[in-house]
């Protein structure tokens, strides 16, 4: 696990390195990408600004759930979403096999190797966006971290599962290239407060694909505005990851490499 773990140390310090040669390119894209994610949050500003409101609250609270769950996806984006096009890519040019030869778990091996430096601007504008945030806000106890901080777990856990699903995909249907906008359609539920939705829709991105525990449920445990049915969520957030898991792994088993 230790050899492992610094295996993927240095595949990131290369990637890294490698994007630095054209620092240029990399803080445009940085910046581009930011712009992009603060599109959301700047809409639900002009929507309070002009005398509308989520039922129930207030505008600090909307911009602190559209801000967690940015800082999810800019922890997911850079370290474990690049397995999406490293599949799709791996697979298209036929090279996916050479790491089917590793001395590694496949699953492993794409993911190392699928780190984008480039998300890493996404990361650094969920943190800064969370930071302003949370000043807004009334501020939370220690024991309302503790509770965030577990359920960013199960929110990390739950966009690895899409992305193991997504990567999955590619290895039957090789010209979905699209699966990204696939994934922002549904993921984008998680952005806002569960009130603005009908109840038999909460029912289908609570229960079925947990998308509320991307940004809104770890919200709420800072807000103080935690359900009952947080930890039917978590659960079903387990379950959505172990099914990925099964799912990626029976792609694989039926993927017939280049010569197929």
């Given at each position: 696990m ?9 595949i ?19 910046v ?21 409101s ?6 600090s ?13 800019g922890?997911a ?32 091996m ?6 984008q ?27 309302d ?6 359920l960013?777990?199960?929110?990390i856990?739950?966009?690895f599962?899409?992305?193991?699903f ?9 010209g ?6 696939m ?16 109840k ?18 770890p919200?709420?445990a ?17 379950v ?5 898991l ?15």
């Open positions: 230790i050899s492992g773990f610094r295996a993927y140390i240095e990131v310090k290369t990637s890294f390195t490698s994007r630095m040669a054209y620092r240029g390119d990399f803080w445009i894209s940085a581009m990408t930011i712009a992009g994610e603060l599109v959301v949050p700047l809409v639900t500003f002009l929507i309070y600004r002009s005398g509308a989520f039922p129930g609250w207030s505008l609270e909307a911009l602190l759930i559209q801000a967690i769950f940015l800082l999810s996806k922890i984006f850079p370290f474990f979403f690049g397995i999406v096009w490293n599949t799709l890519d791996r697979v298209r040019e036929g090279t996916f096999d050479l790491l089917l030869i590793k001395p590694r778990p496949a699953l492993w794409a993911l190392v190797t699928g780190f430096p480039d998300g890493l601007g996404r990361l650094l504008g969920g943190i800064a966006l969370t930071g302003a945030a949370v000043r807004l806000v009334p501020q939370a106890g220690a024991a971290w503790l509770l965030f901080a577990v960013m777990l199960f929110s856990m739950v966009l599962a899409f992305a193991l997504m990567s999955g995909i590619l290895f039957r249907w090789v979905s290239s699209r699966v990204y906008e994934f922002d359609s549904v993921a984008s539920f998680g952005q806002y407060p569960r009130t603005i939705f009908a038999s829709f909460v029912g289908l991105v609570l229960q079925a694909v947990p998308v509320l525990m991307i940004g809104y449920f919200a709420a800072l807000l103080g505005k935690l359900s009952a049915d947080v930890w039917i969520a978590a659960a079903v957030s387990f959505f990851f172990l099914l990925s099964v799912f990626w792994h029976r792609m694989l088993g039926n993927y017939t490499s280049a010569g197929g």
